[in-house]
């Protein structure tokens, strides 16, 4: 059997445990397990104990197993990753109807955003992100945004593990530049992508948090640089935050200081 082969044998024998697992609602026996599944017991066992390793599945003091905490936090996340999609549809259409302009929601993935939806405008002459598509962080406006909550430590390590890759002239390419760039995006609540990640194509981009205030995505405004106007960074702030509030984000409200 050749070697691809037997690794998608692997995944295969491991979704028919998950599922055999997911079947019960107590923890149950590996005989139980390995009948249910079609596995020999030994199969089985070495099988739930690397899962049980990486915590996708748990065994109880009885010695049976059940679905661990690590597919409970992917479930969630993937529910999450669905569920801003959902609500950031039909803010990003309105958005695209008022500047004219393809805008994007995007997810980062360590990092690099990952572009996972856009609303294209009806131009003849236009900017399109494919979706599935990938930058790296220090390319994009969102990036910027999501790289101005970070610390200053975690923003010198992320130049230094990353390199810094350039796409254009205008790409950043120290670590004082970034790190100005960032500066800029926190204090102002958006970023700029001016040709950076592409020639002739600018951006504008904001983060998007959840109920527990915590970046999830990010949204941006793509166009030929030539046409990119800054009225529409409170255009484009606006619907992030209508987002971000749709997801249960409340921003803190500082008490008033008594003069």
């Known amino acids: 059997m050749s070697e691809k082969s037997s ?42 104990s690397s899962l ?63 572009y996972v939806e856009r609303v294209v405008a009806k131009r003849m002459m236009r900017v399109e992100q494919v979706i599935g598509s990938r930058a790296p962080l220090h390319l994009t406006a969102v990036g910027k945004a999501m790289l101005g909550e970070m610390s200053g430590r975690e923003v010198s390590e992320y130049a230094k593990r990353t390199g810094m890759p350039h796409y254009t002239v205008h790409s950043i390419r120290s670590l004082s530049g970034l790190q100005k760039s960032v500066r800029a995006a926190r204090e102002q609540g958006y970023a700029l992508d001016n040709e950076e990640a592409e020639i002739g194509v600018g951006c504008i981009g904001v983060i998007i948090r959840d109920g527990h205030g915590s970046v999830v995505a990010g949204l941006s405004v793509s166009c030929p640089m030539e046409r990119r106007q800054d009225a529409w960074i409170e255009l484009v702030k606006a619907a992030g935050e209508h987002i971000s509030r749709r997801l ?12």
């Open 7 to 48: 690794s998608i044998q692997v995944i295969d024998r491991v979704a028919s445990l998950l599922e055999a697992i997911a079947g019960y609602e107590e923890a149950i026996s590996l005989k139980v397990l390995a009948a249910d599944s079609g596995l020999h017991a030994s199969t089985a066992f070495r099988i739930l």
């Open 248 to 259: 249960g984000y409340r921003p803190v409200t500082l008490p008033a200081v008594k003069k």
């Open 52 to 114: 049980t390793e990486h915590g996708f599945v748990e065994k109880s003091e009885a010695g049976g197993y059940r679905l661990g905490n690590k597919l409970v936090d992917l479930g969630s996340r993937a529910h999450a990753h669905v569920d801003i999609l959902k609500q950031a549809r039909e803010i990003m259409e309105k958005l695209c109807q008022q500047v004219e302009e393809t805008v994007n929601l995007t997810l980062r993935q360590g990092d690099e955003v990952l």
